[in-house]
């Protein structure tokens, strides 16, 4: 395959197509956002679009902006059957980031109203699954279907952190997403890390034993 360039790629239903017209439906696209923050949860989207009814402008939710997330998240959860898989900052810590997510994963394909036939996952590793499954790296670029997961699962999480800035004020989780900003670190230097915080995470490992 020829080096996909992520910046000009737009995804399309190339992928779901060849499974669907072989007879394996539905197919699913699944994603997550929330592995590399320093602090709340991992959240993972699967969604089943509906081929004759693809919301326009679906796209890696890291390219749109805000505004643009909000309306296609609508959207999608208008045309679309859709789970969503969410593993808290405690359990990332039991089991590690890696395993947190491919739980997530699992956890949306589950709240799907309907099993999948085939799953494509962005990344290169998929979670166990009763199912057949596809990783696609930059999937998220290159599939309708796993761009609209990236979306779902994104706006899902930044409205979490949201909350969570209401319930912990102080870490300004509103603004950077639980992300390890300058604005992060000099909040955790004055309050010391808050139970969403990943204390597996070496940023807040090195805090608290420097705490002791």
Known sequence: MNQIDSK??????????????????????VDEAGRGPWAGPVVAAAVILDR?????????SKKLTEARREVLF?????TSEFGIGIIEASEIDRINILQATLQAMSNAIAELP???MVALIDGNKAPPLEYQSETIKKG???SLSIAAAS???KVTRDRMMKELDLQFPGYSFARHKGYGTAI?????????????HRKSFAPIRALLLKSK
């Open 52 to 60: 004759d009814n693809i919301p326009e402008g679906l796209n890696d």
């Open 8 to 29: 000009k790629q737009k995804p399309d239903f190339s992928f779901e197509t060849v499974h669907l017209d072989a007879g394996r439906s539905p197919v699913a696209g």
């Open 74 to 78: 609508d959207q999608i959860r208008e």
């Open 114 to 116: 309907r099993p999948p």
């Open 140 to 142: 998220d670029a290159r």
């Open 151 to 153: 979306i779902i699962a």
């Open 184 to 196: 992060h670190a000099a909040a955790l230097e004055k309050l010391g890390p808050c139970p969403q």
